[in-house]
Nanobody
């Protein structure tokens, strides 16, 4: 069982930056690949980024590539999402998720791959 808790959301102007954190409970954090998803009102949950168990491999959605960076600190049981050059279209609730399955290829895009989810944190980017 893994419990996830996101923090760091808020209101920021376009072009600004935010850093989201996701703290995980349990002693097996390093056994899980971790991802960030987001969901805007009226939209489906959308893949943002994923990082493998060791932190050696990452993958991003095209919409955030070059602006967002996912990282993890296994000693602190925490995964991060550094978001730079934010745009109004980045406005959404951001969720972290954990999976014990392989996240190679396009498998990572799909929410049903993930076993555990946080409650989400709101990010609002004003124009």
């Amino acid at each position: 069982q893994v419990r996830l808790a996101e923090s760091g959301g808020g209101l920021v102007q376009a072009g600004g930056s935010l850093r989201l954190s996701c703290a995980a409970s349990g002693r097996t954090f390093s056994s899980y690949a971790m991802a960030w998803f987001r969901q805007a009102p009226g939209n489906e949950r959308e893949f943002v980024a994923v990082i493998n168990r060791s932190g050696s491999n990452t993958y991003y959605a095209d919409s955030v590539k070059g602006r967002f960076t996912i990282s993890r600190d296994n000693a602190k049981n925490t995964v991060y999402l550094q978001m730079n050059s934010l745009k109004p279209e980045d406005t959404a609730v951001y969720y972290c998720a954990a999976t014990g399955a392989s996240t190679s290829g396009s498998r990572a895009y799909y929410p049903n791959l993930y076993d555990y989810w946080g409650q989400g944190t709101q990010v609002t980017v004003s124009s």
